[in-house]
Structures are given as structure tokens and as C-alpha cells.
């Protein structure tokens, strides 16, 4: 490649966030207009914007859930500092299938977080924390997320958000998501009504998902919500950090490391809960979350507990101008039926291959790939026919995921192998889990079913590795 070529495609990304000068944004147009390598290059990065466009917005609500934050608007007011965000954000969230991709990232997290973990909590003290945070009625609290890694930014630039988060044990959760200072998405889970919301203020849209009778009684025992959380935390086991001082509070912390305290998130994660000596009531909690170069740290913290939140808070009114996405079902996620089914509508639409991974990190990039597989325009709006069927679709898609969380928080010894199984592979284990002692429900790459015994699932495992 000409020098000048590769002089000009290191400054591409540059040209797409509009952060070059005038004068040589036209002088980079002009030999693009007349270079076909670098015309293609330029359509080549459009697109993976495109899909890092769907994995960005994805990442929001998802993180809302994990980190919001009391009273984070008014702590701007208050502080009167903004919400930071790099300038690529502004263009490559300009996707049109981007909200789709959103709401089904929702969902999976909302409904992986419902399910809770069996394992008892040793320690009398921090048994108290638990105790204090669940006996709470409300709550409000603020979050942010730093993300650096992801593909084509510049290393050295960090994507910033901020949520906020309201909870109640009578009403449901309300959640925002922020980037440069505007509301780009609010949630409401409303148990009373077994659904869940999510509207979209920019693009005056918003879905509705209705709940199953089993998650939305799971939703009024638990919520989603810091309380949660913090069980999460003291489910697994965990080594004490000892004493130190958060804005002036003494507090004394816990880290872990298991991935079951946020099941399927990712297989890399680290969190730390931080308690004010003086009350048991959480001050900060923190996740670190890897998958490949993406590197994400979280962050919720300003807590108030027990604090006052009006009913209309948590009331969705959404304007009348404001077009419904569509609606869906969400069925039976203990269902292995809807599981196979799942995996199936995935190989169909990639010619025998089955998702990589049965992480959140990861399976929000597949969800891109597969959306567009679907003959789909990504760069016109969808019909409300087409956005029915991709919301159809996407329903299908995420019951595997949600599926395996459900397994590895219930402590059923999972494992996939979609990494290195295909439709092709017939005998093969492609996903297995414990039923009993010495008995295992295993899914072959054909997608039928067996149980079998752990000797014998060894040597099939085994040969895996050969």
C-alpha cells in the first residue's frame, strides 16, 4: 500500500468523528472520492461502526442495571458537571436497527438477574448487611461506566455514561441511561403489571415484554435492584479487603472474582463491596469486566436508602406521539425445549455455527451480525412489520443465554463448547449441565438430547480436547 494511502485510512476514523479540520476533512473526502482502496476501506469501518454502533447502546441499559445511581440528575445540577462521552458515540449511534439490539440486550440482563443463587452466607456480620439492604423499601442511587478496548476507537480514548436508578418494593424499578447530558433510554419493571418497558425519547419509540407468572414473582421477591446485588456479593465466596475511607465514610471491603456474581456477563470479573462501618448499608459497589481487548469498570455509588420516591415516578406516560416497537412474550426461560429452539434459529441463520460464547459481552456483538443477516436495511428505519419480526426473532435468539445464566447461578456445573462445535458435529457435546449427583443433561452438536453419567460424559469431553 502507498504511504500516502495508509497516511490517509489511519486518519479515517478521525474524518468519521468529525474531529479534523475543515480544511482537512475536505483534503482526506477528495482522495477517497478519487482512491478505490481507500473508498472501501471507508465503507469497510461504516460498517463495523454500524455494528459497534448496536453493541454501544446495547451496553447501556444492560450496565443501568448493574451500576445506576441515586440522584444522578441532581447531582449534575448540583456539581454542574456534564456527562462525558467521546465524540465517535454521536456518529456511530445514529444506527437504525441500534434499539432493537438494546432492548434484547434488556432483556437478557434484566431476566439473568431475576434468577438467585442458593449458596449460603457464612459470615454473621456481613449476613447483616443483607438483612439491612432487604428489609429497605426504596432506594435511589448513581452509576457511571468506563469502557476502553473497543473495536475502532483509539486505545487511549474511554467511552463515559451515567445512569440513574430508582427502586421500589411496591412500584418496580425505573432506570436512565445518560450520554452527553440527554436521556437515551428509560426503563420501567413493573411486577404489578408483569411487564417491562423501555422507551427510547430520541427516536420516540418504545416495547413492551410481557413477564411469565415465574419471573414476576421472582421480581417482587427480589427486584432488580442494589439489594440484589449485594446478596450477589455474599453468594459466593469472597476475601476481606479490610478498612478504608470513601468520601469521608469509613467503610470496610470484600472482593470477588466468581462470575456468578453477575451470571453470563462475562467470564472475567472482579467486584468490590464497600459498607459504612457505622450502618451495614452498602457506600460503593464495583465491577471490572474483560472480554478480549474490551475492558469495562462500574461503578454505583451516592446510595440513599428508604428515601421518599413518588408513585408517578415509576408511571411510564408516554406521549401520545410516541410509536410502540412492537411487543413481546417472554416465555419460559427454564423451558430446554426454548433453549434447543434457540440454537437452532441461530445455525440456521449461520450456516451451522452456534454463538461463540454464552457471555453478555459476548453475544452482544452477535446479535449484530445475525440482525443483518436478516436482509434487513440497516440504514432506513424499520417497518412496523419488520421490527415486529426482528423482536420475534431476537425473543428466539436470547433464550439459550438466558438459559445457561439461570444454570450457572442455580450452581448446576454448565459448560459450552460453541467455540469449537458445530451443527456438523454431531456426536459432540456442545452443552451439558448437572441433574443429579452423578448425571448430566447433555446437548450434542446435533442438537439432540441424552443424559449420561459423568464417567461417560468425561470421555466425551475428553475427546473434545484431542
Not at 486518519?11 to 476533512?25: D, F, G, N, V, Y
Not at 451500576?67 to 456539581?79: H, N, T, V
Amino acid at each position: 500500500m502507498q504511504n500516502i494511502c495508509k497516511n490517509i485510512q489511519e486518519q479515517i476514523p478521525e474524518l468519521m468523528t468529525r474531529t479534523l479540520s475543515t480544511e482537512k476533512a475536505a483534503e482526506l473526502q477528495h482522495h477517497i472520492n478519487q482512491c478505490s482502496n481507500c473508498s472501501e476501506y471507508l465503507r469497510a469501518l461504516q460498517a463495523d461502526d454500524e455494528l459497534l454502533g448496536e453493541f454501544a447502546e446495547a451496553m447501556q441499559p444492560t450496565m443501568a442495571r448493574l451500576e445506576s445511581s441515586a440522584i444522578a440528575a441532581l447531582d449534575r445540577a448540583a456539581s454542574g458537571k456534564p456527562v462525558r462521552t467521546i465524540s465517535i458515540w454521536r456518529t456511530i449511534m445514529k444506527s437504525r436497527i441500534t434499539k432493537l439490539v438494546a432492548a434484547a440486550v434488556i432483556i437478557i440482563a434484566v431476566v439473568v438477574g431475576i434468577y438467585e443463587f442458593g449458596s449460603s452466607i457464612e459470615s454473621v456480620a456481613w449476613g447483616e448487611v443483607v438483612d439491612n439492604v432487604e428489609q429497605t423499601q426504596t432506594f435511589m442511587f448513581r452509576g457511571w461506566t468506563n469502557m476502553t478496548g473497543l473495536p475502532n476507537v483509539p486505545k487511549e480514548k474511554a467511552f463515559e455514561s451515567e445512569m440513574v436508578a430508582y427502586g421500589s418494593s411496591e412500584h418496580g424499578t425505573r432506570m436512565e441511561t445518560y450520554m452527553d447530558g440527554n436521556v437515551t433510554m428509560i426503563m420501567y419493571m413493573l411486577p404489578a403489571e408483569k411487564v417491562m418497558i423501555s422507551v427510547i425519547p430520541a427516536q420516540k419509540k418504545y416495547m413492551r415484554v410481557l413477564l411469565t407468572e415465574e419471573l414476576t414473582a421472582k421480581m417482587r421477591q427480589q427486584g432488580q435492584d442494589p439489594r440484589d446485588m449485594v446478596r450477589r456479593f455474599l453468594s459466593v465466596e469472597y476475601t476481606e479487603l479490610g478498612r478504608a475511607t470513601i468520601e469521608g465514610i469509613e467503610v470496610e471491603g470484600i472482593e470477588v472474582n466468581d462470575p456468578k456474581v453477575w451470571a453470563g456477563m462475562s467470564e472475567s470479573i472482579v467486584g468490590r463491596l464497600w459498607v459504612d462501618v457505622k450502618t451495614d448499608l452498602p457506600v460503593r459497589l464495583e465491577m471490572e469486566i474483560a472480554h478480549e481487548e474490551i475492558q469495562q469498570k462500574s461503578v454505583m455509588d451516592q446510595f440513599q436508602w428508604d428515601v421518599e420516591l413518588d408513585a408517578d415516578l415509576f408511571e411510564p406516560n408516554i406521549p401520545p406521539d410516541y410509536t410502540l416497537m412492537g411487543e413481546v412474550e417472554m416465555p419460559d426461560m427454564k423451558d430446554e425445549g426454548k433453549m434447543v429452539q434457540g440454537l437452532r434459529a441461530f445455525a440456521e441463520m449461520t450456516d451451522g455455527r452456534y454463538p461463540s460464547s454464552m457471555t453478555m459481552m459476548a453475544i452482544m456483538q452477535e446479535f449484530g451480525k445475525v440482525l443483518k443477516s436478516m436482509g434487513i436495511d440497516p440504514s432506513r428505519e424499520p417497518s412496523q412489520e419488520e421490527t415486529q419480526k426482528m423482536m420475534d426473532k431476537m425473543m428466539v435468539l436470547q433464550a439459550p443465554y438466558i438459559f445457561y445464566a439461570q444454570l450457572l447461578g442455580g450452581n448446576k456445573d454448565p459448560a459450552y463448547y460453541g467455540d469449537a462445535v458445530t451443527a456438523d458435529d454431531v456426536d459432540a457435546v456442545l452443552m451439558r449441565w448437572k441433574i443429579s449427583d452423578d448425571e448430566y443433561r447433555v446437548i450434542f452438536g446435533d442438537l439432540t438430547t441424552e443424559n449420561l453419567t459423568s464417567e461417560r460424559l468425561a470421555e466425551l469431553e475428553n475427546a473434545l480436547e484431542k
